[in-house]
Every structure is written in C-alpha cells, then in structure tokens.
C-alpha cells in the first residue's frame, strides 16, 4: 500500500461546478497536509497549507482533514477554466519530509 | 514567498553525458531540496541541499549520481551524471524559508536523455 494514494483523474466538469478533490494515507503521525497546483509546464504552486486537523477556508478553496479516516480533501467551489491544472496533495510528519499523492489532472469546461 | 529560478529551463542531454542544474533563489533560505518528477508519477525527494556539507540523499540516490553543492543560503546545483534515458524527467528545486514552513518550487528542469 502507498504511503498516500490519490486517484489520477483525469476529471472534468462544467464551469461553476463544485469540484472535491481526495487523498488518503496510511501513516497516523503524519500532521501535515498540503495541496498543490500544478500547471502545465510549471513547478507545483502552494495552494493550501494544514496543520494537525480541522477545516480551512481560503476564498473558493476549502481543505478539509479528518485524521479519524486518514482522509483529506479540497473542495473548489464555483470553478473556473483558471482552476485547470494538476492537484497535488502532500502530507507528511514534517512540512517538508512530504509523501506526495500522484495528482490529480483537472479540467473545467467553459 | 521566495522567487526561485531554475537554469536550464529544459535540455536534450546524450547518454553518458552530465548535466548541472542550477536553483537561485532571491532571498536566503534555511532549507533547499531536489525532487524529480517522473510522467505521470508523483514527486520524489532525491536529497536535502545542505549549505556548507554533503547534501543528504534519500534511499535510492547516491552522491556519485547525483552530487549537490550549496555553497550559501540562496544557491544550489543538481548534476546529473553520466545520463542514461531513464534519467528523462523533470528536475524541481524547493526551498523552505525556515523548519517546518512550507515547500516552494521553482519551475524544474525538464530533461530529455537520447
């Protein structure tokens, strides 16, 4: 079993739809939770950054962890052609001894 | 957050050949690292920059592979050494400003090995 599993898509759905984006991992000390977004022929871009637990909230974004389930997800609300890329997530017992998920490949359709 | 810039951009490399990859960053920065991204694979840490010492390789990569300099807080090189194709992938140098603060990447290096 992989440390962090994310299912590689690729997803597609109509602009303005509400989008949920998930990982899953298999290490209980595992205390941050990162996602990333990549686009085409860039480096990954920092999007949202949890520590522990709990929910966050940074305008359409919203990470949800629920260390219960090892589960942790990104919910995109409102989507845009602009929100078209790779989704990263990366979790790990440090900020930067990360595990990365495979990434998911997103497109919205105008 | 720090601007990061990476040198070469890409580059077609023949077998047997090394190439150094360069990572700038416009501010100094406690923590450097290099990743590789394989298609369609997630990222991989091939080691810890250290600044002053031998850089600290993860299970799988070894110095005589891959050596790193980083001679100060804001510069650090990757070379890939003698390059077979299944060195083909992209090369990303990350940086954290302190412990425990978030990764940033820079655009990575996309090498192609014939």
Known sequence: ????????????????????LNCTYSNSAFQYFMWYRQYSRKGPELLMYTYSSGNKEDGRFTAQVDKSSKYISLFIRDSQPSD?????????????KLVFGQGTRLTINP | SAVISQKPSRDICQRGTSLTIQCQVDSQVTMMFWYRQ????????????????????????????????????????LTVSNMSPEDSSIYLCSVA???????????GTRLTVT
């Open chain 1, 1 to 20: 079993q992989k440390e962090v599993e994310q299912d590689p898509g690729p997803l597609s759905v109509p602009e303005g739809a509400i989008v949920s």
């Open chain 2, 38 to 77: 394989q298609p369609g694979q997630s990222l991989t840490l091939i080691a810890t920059a250290n600044q002053g010492s031998e850089a600290t390789y993860e299970s799988g990569f070894v110095i005589d592979k891959f050596p790193i300099s980083r001679p100060n807080l804001t510069f650090s090189t």
């Open chain 1, 84 to 96: 078209s890329a790779t989704y990263l997530c990366a979790i790990g017992q440090g900020a930067q």
């Open chain 2, 97 to 107: 400003q302190e412990l425990n603060s978030p990764l940033h990447f820079g655009n």
